[in-house]
């Protein structure tokens, strides 16, 4: 099943975040895909705020993975864009993440394609200059 929302704001790609978080289910992995600069990380604010955590999300760029415990399910967020070795993944428990009762979210999960799980819902996020600046067209696909 695949699905495009066009967003013209960052409002709308927050609010878009906030709605899949909400719907989200214990266990559901979710990668996010996108150049630098896309919204990765505006859609991962709203995604946080969707599960009512309160805090600031930031990057967890020296970490690979950052643990939310105060909202409605436990959130991970994975940011593996600096990973050299994929067994790093195993070194920070990945999988006892992605088969725990959290949600969790990778961004770059291109980059550790071969150890995703066999279904996670694919959230790519990309530009299109030809239809203004803000414009961004964000697919969501069930794998
Ligand atoms: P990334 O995490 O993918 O590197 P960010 O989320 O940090 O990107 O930055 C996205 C930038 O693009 C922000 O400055 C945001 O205000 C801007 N922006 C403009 N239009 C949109 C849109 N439709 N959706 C998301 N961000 C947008
Ligand atoms: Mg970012």
Known sequence: MTKIIETNSPEETEA??????EQ????QVF???GDLGVGKTVFTQGFAKGLQIDEPICSPTFTI???????????????VYRIGDIEEMDEIGYEDYIYG???????W????ED???ESYTRVTIE????????????TIESI
């Open 127 to 138: 530009k299109n200059l030809e239809k203004g600046f803000d414009y961004r067209k964000i």
């Open 109 to 112: 999960a291109n980059l550790i």
């Open 115 to 117: 150890i995703l799980p």
């Open 24 to 27: 989200s289910v214990p266990g």
């Open 65 to 79: 993975v950052q643990v939310y415990d105060t909202g409605r399910l436990p959130f991970y967020h994975f940011d």
């Open 16 to 21: 878009l975040g906030i709605k899949l978080a």
């Open 101 to 107: 009762d959290g949600v969790s979210l990778i961004e």
């Open 31 to 33: 990668t996010l895909i």
